[in-house]
């Protein structure tokens, strides 16, 4: 109290012990004593006299984020031939971000348009966009749709709507303790902080084999098997992050049907519709799949990758009821109840992207365009693909690189261990995640040769 009165009054405090005191002995004393109090004052008050709860003990600094940090040690390196297979965007033969010429046409004509303006959306977003993506992901023709058993809410891209589903779960899943929600091993790394953020349980369920750089199918389906009933289970639909290995359609029939055995609540994450195979529709294989069979479901849909809409954070959020007299009045209350929890978090959602995929998602012209970009993309990646294995083969690079091909989508999980992939970033210049994934991506006509003449050293030196 007193060091922030005499902050507020400095000429007060200066009547009370005039500066020419100090020289006296008795005075001394009590400076002594005054610098005392100021000094343990303002170490509990901090040195401008306000307290401070949230100190460095109180707040421990967070680890970097892996993602981030490998970016800015990317940036930061000089090396003429660097090569980064971190990030997950798009990247076209020249290393360089790709806006979809769709995007461009899409954009230029809002941009255009004079009865556009920068009014609030509507806490659910915008309608054409939401029901242009509902149709996108289940299908014009889903059963879904046609009972009225769907709701969608624009979300803050994949992220948000992956958020928006968790908080939802967390909330109002009526049973008591919460359930589970079993992620695969592994996951998108985001996926176990907003689960965990909303407070719902989590676990895993096996995914990647080591031995085959494949699907461990039988450790997925025994998992699922032992998980209680009732758990929720997050599936990745297409070009599963980080390691690109996707079920067969066998193989998700098989998941439905032991998911539907045991009640299993199915939570979509689908972040590469039409990305990952150049085919909308074979990329939503799964999800339409598990609708048809009446499974109670949602789905989060991001527009990141497949418009190139990334910084624009585009996405949605459908939940769909099982099929039952009460379906439609169940979805009206849900959709009420998400409107509520979207208005607590965002108030309501970012027009500037969902007006650029809305454009392009209702207009047939369009929308055929689109189809031509994402199998520009899809096929460039494909094309890396197959490059690689072909390079590394040609070397004769030790083990099996036949994964590189049969896996799908923006991400390869190479099986190369954190050691070499030390090696490869400390000699080599090459940045990917320490668990061995690379963006295919960020590989190109005029660096492939370069990073497969890298694996194969690292390889041969360190097997
Ligand atoms: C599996 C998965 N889900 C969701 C997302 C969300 O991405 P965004 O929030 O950029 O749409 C990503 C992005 O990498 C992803 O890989």
Same mark, same amino acid.
């Given at each position: 109290?007193?060091?922030?009165?005499?902050?507020?009054?400095?000429?007060?405090?200066?009547? $009370?012990?005039?500066?020419?005191?100090?020289?006296?002995?008795?005075?001394?004393?009590?400076?002594?004593?005054?610098?005392?109090? =100021?000094?343990?004052?303002?170490?509990?008050? #901090?040195?401008?006299?306000?307290?401070?709860?949230? =100190?460095?003990?109180?707040?421990?600094?967070?680890?970097?984020?892996? @993602?981030?940090?490998?970016?800015?040690?990317?940036?930061?390196?000089?090396?003429?031939?660097?090569?980064?297979?971190?990030?997950?965007?798009?990247?076209?033969?020249?290393?360089?971000?790709? %806006?979809?010429?769709?995007?461009?046409?899409?954009?230029?004509?809002?941009?255009?348009?004079?009865?556009?303006?920068?009014?609030?959306?509507?806490?659910?977003? @915008?309608?054409?966009?939401?029901?242009?993506?509902?149709?996108?992901?289940? *299908?014009? +023709?889903?059963?879904?749709?046609? +009972?009225?058993?769907?709701?969608?809410?624009?979300?803050?891209?994949?992220?948000?709507?992956?958020?928006?589903?968790?908080?939802?779960?967390?909330?109002?899943?009526?049973?008591?303790?919460?359930?589970? %929600?079993?992620?695969?091993?592994?996951?998108?790394?985001?996926?176990?902080?907003?689960?965990?953020?909303? #407070?719902?349980?989590?676990?895993?369920?096996?995914?990647?084999?080591?031995?085959?750089?494949?699907?461990?199918?039988?450790?997925? %389906?025994?998992?699922?098997?032992?998980?209680?009933?009732?758990?929720?289970?997050?599936?990745?639909?297409?070009?599963?992050?980080?390691?690109?290995?996707?079920?067969?359609?066998?193989?998700?029939?098989?998941?439905?049907?032991?998911?539907?055995?045991?009640?299993?609540?199915?939570?979509?994450?689908?972040?590469?519709?039409?990305?990952?195979?150049?085919?909308?529709?074979?990329?939503?294989?799964?999800?339409?799949?598990?609708?048809?069979?009446?499974?109670? @479901?949602?789905?989060?849909?991001?527009?990141?990758?497949?418009? *190139?809409?990334?910084? +624009?954070?585009? *996405?949605?959020?459908?939940?769909?009821?099982?099929?039952?007299?009460?379906?439609?009045?169940?979805?009206?209350?849900?959709?009420?109840?998400?409107?509520?929890?979207?208005?607590?978090?965002?108030?309501?959602?970012?027009?500037?992207?969902?007006?650029?995929?809305?454009?392009?998602?209702?207009?047939?012209?369009?929308?055929?365009?689109?189809?031509?970009?994402?199998?520009?993309?899809?096929?460039?990646?494909? +094309?890396?693909?197959?490059?690689?294995?072909?390079?590394?083969?040609?070397?004769?690079?030790? #083990?099996?690189?036949?994964?590189? $091909?049969?896996?799908?989508?923006?991400?390869?999980?190479?099986?190369?261990?954190?050691?070499?992939?030390?090696?490869?970033?400390?000699?080599?210049?090459?940045?990917?995640?320490?668990? #061995?994934? %690379?963006?295919?991506?960020?590989?190109?006509?005029?660096?492939?040769?370069?990073?497969?003449?890298?694996?194969?050293?690292?390889?041969?030196?360190?097997?």
């Amino acid at each position: 109290m007193t060091n922030s009165r005499q902050h507020q009054n400095p000429s007060h405090s200066s009547s $009370t012990i005039p500066p020419s005191a100090s020289s006296s002995s008795s005075t001394s004393a009590t400076g002594t004593a005054r610098d005392r109090l =100021t000094s343990l004052s303002s170490h509990i008050m #901090g040195s401008n006299g306000s307290a401070s709860v949230f =100190t460095p003990a109180a707040v421990a600094a967070a680890p970097e984020d892996p @993602l981030f940090g490998l970016m800015k040690a990317y940036r930061e390196d000089p090396f003429e031939k660097k090569v980064d297979l971190g990030i997950g965007a798009y990247r076209d033969n020249n290393a360089k971000p790709w %806006i979809l010429p769709v995007v461009k046409k899409a954009d230029h004509a809002i941009h255009n348009d004079p009865t556009l303006n920068h009014e609030y959306l509507s806490i659910s977003g @915008l309608a054409e966009f939401t029901s242009a993506a509902q149709k996108l992901v289940v *299908g014009a +023709e889903s059963p879904a749709i046609r +009972e009225k058993r769907i709701c969608t809410l624009q979300t803050i891209s994949g992220t948000g709507a992956v958020h928006l589903g968790g908080l939802f779960l967390a909330k109002f899943h009526p049973a008591q303790p919460k359930p589970t %929600i079993y992620l695969s091993n592994p996951t998108w790394a985001n996926h176990n902080q907003i689960f965990t953020n909303v #407070g719902l349980p989590i676990a895993t369920y096996p995914y990647f084999s080591a031995k085959t750089k494949g699907l461990d199918f039988d450790g997925m %389906i025994g998992a699922l098997q032992a998980a209680p009933t009732g758990s929720i289970i997050l599936l990745h639909a297409c070009a599963h992050n980080p390691t690109g290995v996707d079920p067969t359609q066998e193989q998700w029939k098989q998941i439905a049907a032991v998911m539907r055995e045991r009640h299993q609540f199915p939570f979509f994450d689908t972040a590469y519709q039409g990305f990952a195979s150049g085919d909308l529709v074979r990329d939503a294989w799964a999800i339409r799949y598990f609708v048809e069979q009446g499974f109670e @479901l949602c789905v989060a849909q991001s527009f990141a990758k497949n418009f *190139g809409l990334y910084g +624009e954070r585009t *996405g949605a959020f459908h939940f769909v009821s099982a099929p039952g007299a009460d379906a439609s009045t169940a979805i009206q209350h849900i959709a009420s109840q998400l409107a509520i929890l979207q208005r607590s978090e965002i108030s309501n959602p970012p027009a500037y992207g969902a007006r650029i995929a809305s454009k392009v998602l209702n207009d047939p012209q369009l929308f055929a365009e689109w189809e031509e970009d994402l199998r520009t993309m899809s096929g460039r990646i494909q +094309e890396m693909r197959r490059g690689l294995r072909e390079q590394l083969e040609k070397r004769g690079t030790p #083990g099996s690189w036949e994964h590189i $091909t049969s896996q799908i989508g923006m991400f390869s999980f190479t099986g190369l261990n954190e050691n070499q992939v030390k090696i490869l970033r400390d000699k080599w210049h090459v940045y990917m995640t320490k668990n #061995g994934r %690379i963006s295919m991506a960020g590989l190109n006509t005029n660096n492939l040769e370069y990073f497969a003449e890298a694996v194969d050293s690292v390889v041969r030196e360190t097997s």
